[in-house]
């Protein structure tokens, strides 16, 4: 009896245990009872929940990555890949798992060249490269896996986006080059201001005698037309030195009315030189072309420029076609064209036969320093020139070109019905004559001094020359003189012209001034030489120019300030 109560016993209590675990199954807390007689409740739920939360964890943290990473086996197939690679090749990840990775990185059926993957199995150490994909830069950085046995089992790829560094370091190297490009054309424009300065001087001599010369001549006398012809060549060497000193300074636009077709009539003989034999120049001129409202010399260095232009772009030779034409621009137009204003127009369309050009380089032919000459041979200025000549003008330029099919440029200018401005008079007609007055002329050039005396007394005027501010100083000070009017060059040796009349005013100081000097007015205001509005006479200037200039001062009553303190620049 007492056998069978144990029996009992122990068999209630297995079963208790037994119950109990299985209504801790139930409960869901434990997840697996091993054995019969001693039931082993294993509790490992949590276990399984921990690693699910640490593997979210690990995706989520690879999937923050910016950069996109493909873990490859050791055939380099993807077995993982996080959302950045999924967004660099438009691709979900069941796409890319099991595939090659240059199937997906390089649409290819077998590796390309200097794969890290093939340089990696050899070295066994981190490669790294750098490649384009479509419009983006990369560097992809690839570390070998290894097992215990240092054999390679996979690879960790990584593609880090470099475009904005790469746009960065490509637009400093692009603005250094422009900054050396800007550089040199200072340096240029130094020098050629110099030149233009001396070249000036030697002008204004051939000018002057020129003038003293053809005032002496008979009206029928046959040599009149050489001297003409002798001082139109000069008076053009001195618009080239005009261009010359604005070489690298912005112009102030000197607007009037004119025909366009004039302007191409008169420069029809210096283009049929400029583009050479091999190059037919053909002009199709409107009859009654509406007038414009332009500067003449800047619309004919928009003309020059422009078949500078397309002679280079046709070295074999070819066709160059000038038209002009009265358009109105409608509200059409306008709307597809920004900045264009409906209106009344003249067109004038350059057009050749040459090489052309893609769109790539249409796009970008009026910026700045852009040319597709060879280095060294094209500023790069000369189309971006011509756009703000136009544009400052009120005009409009387009462009239309085809690699091998020739280029066009139309221009837009707003027509005026303004008159045209009338002929300068003929200068034997202008009344600049002196009253015998007294001028003391200050020049450093003694063939322009002795050129000056010989003008100034063909004027009707007294002239005493000095050759330096230190003998204008000897002259006025202890020899007494007391000229009405003093000429003086702005730049001279020791003492420059403004530091002699500063000087000078001290004690006179009703003494009147002209300043002269081979440099333009708004260099010689601008570096703070002269005050602005000070009487100033460019050269090289002609005998009536600087007669009526003369006249202009001496026949003022009251005194004008003619020197003050230096502008600041």
């Known amino acids: 009896m007492s056998g069978a109560g144990a029996f009992d016993d122990d068999l209630r209590e297995r079963l208790a245990r037994a119950e109990a675990a299985l209504e801790a199954l139930r409960r869901g807390e434990v997840d697996l009872v091993i054995g019969v007689d001693a039931p082993l409740v294993v509790r490992f739920r949590h276990l399984v929940e921990e690693n699910e939360r640490l593997a979210r964890e690990w995706q989520t943290t690879f999937d923050a990555l910016n950069d996109a990473v493909l873990i490859l086996d050791a055939d380099q197939r993807v077995i993982r890949c996080n959302k950045a690679a999924e967004r660099a090749f438009a691709r ?19 590796p390309v060249p200097h794969c890290p993957m093939r340089r990696a199995q050899d070295s066994f150490k981190r490669e790294t490269l750098e490649m384009r994909l479509t419009d983006r830069w990369y560097r992809v950085t690839l570390d070998p896996i290894l097992d215990a046995n240092h054999r ?11 475009t904005d560094h790469k746009n960065a370091h490509e637009e400093r190297v692009k603005l250094q080059e422009q900054l050396q490009q800007a550089q040199k054309l200072e ?8 030149v233009a300065h001396d070249f000036n001087n030697l002008l204004i001599i051939i000018l002057g005698y020129g003038e003293m010369v053809l005032n002496k001549l008979h009206p029928q006398d046959p040599m009149r037309h050489w001297v003409k012809e002798m001082l139109g060549a000069a008076n053009r060497a001195a618009g080239l030195t005009r261009q010359l000193l604005a070489f690298s300074r912005k112009q ?14 008169n420069l029809e003989k210096m283009l049929r030189r400029l583009i050479g034999e091999d190059v037919s120049l053909e002009m199709l001129l409107a009859e009654d072309l509406a007038r414009v409202v332009v ?28 038209e002009t034409a009265n358009v109105v621009l409608d509200d059409a137009y306008a709307s597809s064209h920004p900045g264009v204003t409906p209106g009344a127009y003249v067109r004038l369309a350059i057009t050749d036969t040459g090489c052309g050009m893609s769109k790539e380089i249409v796009d970008r032919i009026f910026e700045p320093f852009f040319t597709t000459k060879e280095r060294g041979k094209g500023t790069g200025l000369g189309l971006s020139t011509v756009y703000g000549i136009v544009k400052q003008s009120g005009g409009h330029i387009f462009v239309y070109s085809e690699p091998q099919r020739g280029t066009t440029f139309t221009i837009y200018l707003p027509a005026t019905e303004a008159e045209a401005q009338p002929v300068p008079a003929n200068p034997g007609e202008v009344r600049t004559v002196g009253h015998g007055e007294h001028i003391l002329v200050v ?8 050129m000056m005396v010989g003008l100034l007394s063909e004027l009707g005027y007294k002239v005493t020359p000095a050759a330096n501010a230190g003998e204008a100083l000897l002259l006025v000070e202890e020899v007494g003189l007391k000229p009405d009017l003093i000429i003086t060059d702005v730049v001279m040796p020791t003492m420059s012209g403004k530091q002699l009349i500063d000087r000078l005013q001290r004690t006179r100081p009703d003494l009147k001034v002209l300043y002269m000097s081979g440099y333009t007015d708004n260099a010689i205001v601008h570096y703070g030489i002269l005050d602005p509005g000070t009487p100033f006479i460019q050269k090289p200037f002609t005998r009536d120019a600087l007669g009526m200039k003369i006249r202009e001062l001496l026949d003022t009553d009251r005194a004008e300030p003619s020197s003050g303190t230096p502008s600041i620049p």
């Open 92 to 110: 979900t990840a069941e796409a890319m798992i099991g595939r090659p990775c240059w199937e997906i990185i390089h649409g290819t059926s077998e």
């Open 152 to 162: 390679l089992t996979g690879a960790v790829h990584v593609m880090h986006d470099i």
């Open 187 to 194: 340096s240029v424009g130094r020098l050629a201001g110099g």
């Open 252 to 265: 102030t636009l000197q607007p009037v009315v004119l025909n366009l077709n004039e302007v191409l009539r």
């Open 295 to 322: 500067d003449p010399g800047q619309i004919e260095q928009v003309i020059m420029n422009l078949a500078v232009n397309a002679r280079d772009a046709m070295p074999q030779g070819g066709t160059l076609v000038m």
């Open 443 to 450: 020049e450093d050039d003694q063939s322009l001094r002795k």
